[in-house]
């Protein structure tokens, strides 16, 4: 074997090696419990495990997949049900679908992004990527936002080459994946086409694909639903420009943009290295990565602390870590030859990053920034849920939260919903939800069980309209049958031997 031949294969094995164990330690141990469950991630799970058995369900709502409340699209949804239907039903399923849109982030950043930034830049952004916090925390979640941010990667890499036919093909390819999760992904067909303005035969490759996905999926879901995705299409775009005007109107933008840019140091490191970006001429990466960042933040005042909704983004914003070595490589080149090696001494930080993570890691306490809103005990939560399904079966109806419905046997409708059933509307359903679209008697009166959890407690009474249905059973004086730390069961005296 020649030399040439054994360092080409040293430059693809060794570094695939890094990024897999690297994958492999920071997002595997403890994957089912750490970080705890919440509520949007417990909801995707369950939606895409019950569409996966053929049930297009959100909870006692038929699901329309362009509900305010779940907008996650059915390709992503189907996908992550399957993972999760191979594990039994078990979160660690589909958990595990995510962390592995984590490894081909990195495998893409790194064998795809090599071509553009060079072998060394690339790995060094790929092992960022993968060794950052945030990043470890969100993608071992059930998230649509995770399969976005690989589709958003994905169209960026390609859009960093030569505009021609099979690049942008495959740009289009990325953004289909990301069309095929999340709404978000309009933000990167937006970019995309900014890219490319001068390059009109660039258009159809980058937007047919997705467009394809879109159109079908749509006519797939009209033929079921009718009139309601039309309905769900304007309460979605509604809301979208109503959170735009409350967290992003005048200059809060600008200073949202600031307040997540300078929220740590990697943030600023990612936004510095993207502007070097466009002094080294690599211009899709920052035109992405830093104009769909601010069309979030136009609309989202709160990604520091619920960050799940920025890793759209994440994966291209990581690129420019790429583009700080390169630019320190070309400075050093010409200021000392001999030494331009030095920059390697920049592979500390991923080191840090991993060293820093690995012990949440193994011990399984991955905390994330929303922890408050968070399962405080998943052993609680399958506890209670024991009790229940020891007492219940298939068909039976409780009322309680995403976190412990994808654990119940029995049909569960969250509180939100049920305000609705008596034509209350709440948040996400500020519409309402007519009787027809419930799949099932969503009344406090059907209810055989009322779960009442951590997040209930924390968030969801204090939405409008909820807290009276707590008040309905208390004047039925619903008792109490099960409590621990943060949960507490009540039951319906509808259903309750006569004493």
């Keep these: 074997m020649t030399a040439s031949r054994r360092t ?33 991630e417990t909801l995707t799970h369950h939606t895409s495990r019950n569409l996966a058995s053929g049930v297009a369900s959100n909870f006692a709502l038929w699901n329309t997949f362009w509900h305010p409340h779940y907008p996650y699209q059915a390709a992503y949804s ?68 995770n399969a976005a941010g690989l589709g958003l990667l994905i169209m960026t890499l390609y859009l960093l080459r030569k505009a021609k036919s099979a690049n942008d093909w495959k740009a289009g390819l990325g ?20 890219v490319r303005w001068r390059k009109p035969r660039a258009w159809l490759p980058l937007l047919v694909p997705s467009a394809i996905c879109v159109v079908t999926s749509s006519a797939v879901i009209y033929m079921f639903f009718g009139s309601w995705l039309f309905e769900d299409l304007a309460h979605l775009k509604d809301t979208f420009t109503a959170r735009g005007e409350q967290d992003g109107g005048g200059s809060r933008a600008f200073l949202n943009f600031f307040a997540f840019v ?51 983004i994440l994966p291209v914003l990581c690129l420019g870590w790429a583009g700080v070595w390169r630019f320190c490589e070309t400075r050093v080149r010409r200021i000392a030859p001999r030494v331009r090696r030095v920059v390697l001494v920049f592979y500390l ?9 690995l012990p949440a890691s193994l011990s399984g306490t991955i905390r ?21 399904n020891e007492r219940t079966k298939a068909g039976d109806v409780v009322a309680g939260n995403a976190n412990i419905a994808w654990l119940l046997k029995a049909e569960t409708v969250p509180y939100l919903q049920m305000a609705t059933w008596y034509g209350l509307p709440t948040q996400g359903y500020e519409n309402g939800n007519a009787r027809e679209r419930f799949r099932f008697d969503s009344s406090v009166e059907n209810c055989k069980f009322a779960i009442v959890g951590d997040i209930d407690r924390r968030w969801t009474f204090g939405e409008p309209n909820v807290r009276s249905l707590a008040l309905r059973m208390e004047s039925e004086q619903w008792p109490t049958v099960w409590q621990g730390e943060n949960y507490l069961i009540l039951a319906n005296p509808r259903f309750m031997p006569p004493r």
């Design 8 to 40: 080409r294969l040293a430059m693809v094995w060794v570094p695939f090696g890094i990024i897999l164990t690297m994958w492999a330690l920071l997002y595997l141990p403890h994957l089912r419990t750490s970080p705890g469950w919440y509520g949007d």
């Design 78 to 145: 189907l996908v992550n049900g399957v993972f999760a239907r191979l594990a039994g039903g078990d979160i660690v399923g589909s958990r595990f679908f995510n962390t592995l849109l984590a490894l081909c982030g990195g495998l893409f950043i790194y064998f795809v992004g090599r071509k553009s930034f060079g072998s060394l830049a690339a790995l060094f952004a790929a092992t960022m990527f993968l060794s950052y916090g945030q990043t470890i925390v969100h993608f071992r979640m059930s998230y649509a936002h």
């Design 175 to 194: 953004l289909l994946v990301a069309a095929g999760s999340h709404p978000l992904s309009i933000h990167g067909a937006l970019t995309g086409l900014l």
């Design 262 to 312: 300078s929220q740590d140091w990697f943030h600023i490191g990612v936004f510095v290295g993207l502007l070097l970006c466009l002094w080294l001429r690599r211009m899709a990466a920052p035109v992405v990565g830093l104009l769909v960042l601010f069309l979030l933040v136009r609309n989202r005042q709160n990604l520091v602390v619920f960050y799940y909704q920025a890793i759209v």
């Design 349 to 357: 930080l991923p080191a840090l990053l991993c060293a820093l993570a």
């Design 368 to 388: 994330p920034r929303n922890f408050y809103w968070v399962t405080q005990s998943t052993d609680e939560v399958e506890a209670a849920a024991e009790w229940v």
